[in-house]
C-alpha cells in the first residue's frame, strides 16, 4: 500500500482542496471560447469577462502615462481658452458702448419725427414767430431746437429776445425732465448753460438737413444779414463762404448812455475769440446813429455771416449767436455773477474779475479806433499834454506827472453810502490829486526835498458831462481832455437880444447840459419842449435827433481817450461805467497791478458789465 500524504504537520493547518468534480485545467477565454453553457457546468470561470490578459509588470505600456498637473496657472489654463474669454469681454465691452451711445446720447437726426404740440409753441406745426420747439425721435427720445421763420425781421426786438430767451430757459428743462422720466439714472437741471442741457439742443443747420426745418428759399439768402452788418458790403464784392461759428452784437438798448453798451460790445468780442467765432456787429436799430461815424470798421473777417435764421439768441451753444443788451445776462452767465446789478456787495472774486478784464480788454484793442478825424485830434491832444509835464533841459528825465479826473453826474449816483442821493463832492477830487502829488515827489529832489520843479510841470486833465464841473474852484486850472466837441451850458449860449415892444415869432427856450447826461434829455434831442416824450426812447427818432446824438457819443469817446492815453494816474468813482472803461483802456498792469486807476467811490474794485 503505497504511503499516504500527512499534511498535519505543516504550517498552513487550513487548505482548500478542489473537490473532484472541478476541472482544473487551463481556460480557453483566449481562444474564443464560449464560456460555459449553464452554471453548473465545469466549464464556469471569469475569464470570458475580460478582453486583454492583465499588463505584465516586466513589459512596456501601450498607452502614454497620464501627466500629473502643473501647480502654475499654465498648468491648467489653456492658451486658448484665455484669447476666447478675451474675445468675448471685448465683444461685451463693445455691446455696451453701443447700446449706450443709441440710447443714452443724443437723438439721431434720420429719426426725427413731426413736432408734438405743448405749451411753448402755439400749434402742432412750426410756428410763424421766432420760438423754441420740442422734437421726438423714434425712440421716444426728446430734445429741442429754436425756430425762427424764414423772412422774420433782423434783427428780433427787443420783446422777441427777452421772449426767446425766456422759454429757451423754460424748454431746456423741460427736456431735462422728459429724459430724466424715461431713464433709470435720475438727471439733475443743472441750470440753461450747462452742458447736458446743451447736449439735447440741435441746431438749425442739422434740424435742416434732417428734413425737420425747412431748407432756404435761395441760396443766396445767407447774403441778407450783411446789409445790416457793419463793414460788411454787398454791392460788388464776391460773396464769401458762410462762418461754421459766429457772434453778432446787436447795439439796441433802452438804456441811454453809451458806456455800458460799449463794455458788453468788447466783452462779447472777447467770448467770441476765445471760442473761436468770427465777430460782426449791427448797427441798424443803435440809438447813437450809424457805428462808423464814431468808429472805425472792425477787423474784417475771412468769411461771411450766416442766414439771418440761423442767428439764434440762444443757448450759449448754438452755431451762430445773436447777442444784444436784452440777452446778455443769458449769454455770459456765470461770467456776470457779482456784477449783474449795481449792488457794489456784489463782488467779483481776482479770478473772475482778471477774467472779465481781459475779455473787455480784447475788444477794447480790437474795436476801440475812433473815426478818422477824431482819432487824429486825439493823437495830436495826446503829444500836445505829454508836452507840457515834461521840464525843459532834462531831457524827459524830469517829468511832471498827469492826473486824469472823470466826474460823472447825471443820472448816475455813487456807489458809497452817504452820497447815493447826491454826487461825489468835488472837493475830494481834487484832495486825491493834491495826494497824490505829494506822495510823488515830496521826497524826490535833490538829497531828498520836494522836487519843485517837477510838481510845477505837472497838470490836472478833466473830463465830465457837466459843465459846471469846469467851472469849479475846487479843479481851477484843469486842462479840458478835449475841446473838439463840448457840451455846453445853457448860461454859454447866447441868446439874441429881441425888442420886446415888438411881437416875435415864438422859439423855445434853450437849454444846456448843466447837471450832467441824463436819459431824458438824450431821448429827446432835436424835440422841441412841447414835444417831449417820456416814451420817446421807443419812438424812430429823426434825423437831426441822430446827428445831435451821435455828437454826444463822440464827445464822450474823445473824452476817455485822451484820459486813459495822456494821463499817468486816473481818479474816478466805479460806480460810472466810463471809470471802468478808463481801467480797461489803461490796461491791468498800469490801472491793477501799478495802481494808477484810483476809485473814489468807497473800498469797491473795478467791475465789469452790470444790468
Known sequence: MPPTLDLSRTRHSKMIISPPRINLRRAASYHHDKGPLSATSSRFNFDHLMFSPPPSPGLPSLSPPLRKPSKGFAGFVRPRRVVRYILYICGLVLVFYAVKWLYIQGPMLAFLSRPYDHSLVSRADLPDHPAPILLTDARGRTSWTVSIPQGSEFPLTAEEFTNVCEKCRETAERVQQLRSQKSSIPQSYLG????????????VKEAQQAGYLPAPAFADKAQDAVKTLVGEAVEGTIPKPVCEKSLTFVLESDDAGLGKTLMMLWTAYGLAQNEGRAFFIDDSRWAYGKYMDIFQAPPREDCGPPPRHEMLPCPLKARHLVVSTWTAIELFGELLIGASSDDPLERLTPSAQKKMFNLARLGHDALFRLNKDDNVYVDNRVRDLTARRIVPKTKGKQNGLAIGIHVRRGDRHPFEFQYRSSYMPVNIYA??????????????????????????????????????????TEL??????????????????KQPELDRNVMHKFHDEAFGWEGGFFSAMFWNLGQSSSNADVEAHKKSPSADAIRLRSLVGRAYMMDLSVLADASDVVICTVSAVGCRLLAVMMGWESAMEKGNWVNIDGGYGWRGVSL
Open 476 to 493: 481851477m486850472g484843469a486842462t479840458l481832455a478835449q475841446e473838439r466837441i463840448k457840451l455846453a451850458a445853457k448860461q454859454e449860449m
Open 192 to 203: 440753461f448753460l450747462s452742458d447736458t442741457t446743451s447736449s439735447h439742443f440741435i441746431d
Open 431 to 472: 484832495e486825491t490829486a493834491r495826494e497824490i502829488l505829494e506822495d510823488k515827489f515830496n521826497h524826490t529832489g535833490p538829497h531828498g526835498a520836494e522836487d519843485a520843479v517837477a510838481k510845477s510841470h505837472s497838470l490836472m486833465i478833466l473830463a465830465s458831462d457837466d459843465p459846471m464841473i469846469y467851472r469849479a
